[in-house]
């Protein structure tokens, strides 16, 4: 086994894309005494770790679940504060993903995020384009439903218009017109906080990826737990239908 800056992994087989449900941040604050936005900004230092520690590793892709479309539906005052926290947030970490060669992008119906929040995610975006290393994806107003129906709406638009022919869809089409269209399908999905299901998050991307959940919550989701969890995919044996003979 050879260390990765004092890490055991095997370099070989390093995930190339890790896809991240980040769960528990108010279960955590009311474990705490605190309120749920204690939680929430407890996540985001969580955020910051994590991101460091794949980047080091050398992990291409690190998608979180950071808002999904059903969030909108929470109370207004913490769906407000959450959007504060984004917009906080993207401002004071940009410097700290230029440094560290981090590339972001987003996911999902962003044109539902507020102008400012908008605004501020476009400009790191742009700002932190050319950089090289870790390719951050943050996941906001997204479901997998909703993006499957854009898409089916975007495919039928092009068959009337005359731009996609029926008979030639197959499933490299239909993954051409997701919001991922650039962004290979995730190797490990890590979900923390002790929930078993998927959320409405990458159905499609997510068919052959290896599901890793633990009851660890966001907050309390160290380097150490995350280097376990890419340790337990590396045990893994990914067959994607052959045999193991196959595969070997």
């Not at 009311?30 to 910051?48: C, D, E, I, N, S």
């Not at 679940?65 to 407000?80: C, H, I, M």
């Not at 997510?206 to 045990?235: G, M, R, S």
Request: glycine share 4%; net charge negative; proline share 3%.
């Amino acid at each position: 086994m050879t260390k990765i800056a004092n890490i055991d992994l095997d370099p070989t087989r390093i995930p190339r894309h890790v896809a991240i449900i980040m769960d528990g941040n108010g279960r955590w604050a009311k474990r705490h005494g605190l309120a749920r936005m204690f939680g929430h900004k407890q996540g985001v230092t969580t955020v910051h770790q994590i991101t460091e520690t794949a980047a080091e590793i050398g992990i291409e892709y690190l998608t979180l679940y950071a808002f999904s479309t059903e969030n909108w539906n929470r109370p207004k005052e913490e769906v407000d504060a959450l959007m504060s926290l984004l917009v906080d947030t993207i401002a004071k970490e940009t410097p700290t993903l230029m440094k560290n060669n981090v590339r972001l992008q987003t996911i999902g119906d962003t044109d539902r995020l507020p102008e400012l929040a908008r605004q501020r995610f476009e400009e790191c975006i742009a700002q932190t384009a050319d950089n090289t290393g870790l390719n951050l994806v943050l996941a906001l107003s997204y479901s997998s439903r909703w993006e499957l129906t854009h898409a089916m709406r975007e495919m039928a638009h092009d068959i009337q218009a005359g731009q996609l022919r029926q008979e030639c869809i197959d499933e490299e089409t239909i993954s051409a017109y997701l919001t991922t269209r650039n962004i290979p399908d995730p190797d490990l999905l890590i979900r923390t906080s002790g929930e078993l299901r998927i959320s409405n998050f990458l159905l499609w991307q997510l068919a052959y990826a290896e599901l890793y959940f633990t009851d660890c919550l966001w907050p309390d989701f160290t380097k150490e737990e995350f280097i376990a969890a890419l340790q337990d995919y590396q045990h893994r044996e990914r067959r994607f239908g052959k045999t193991s003979e196959q595969v070997q």
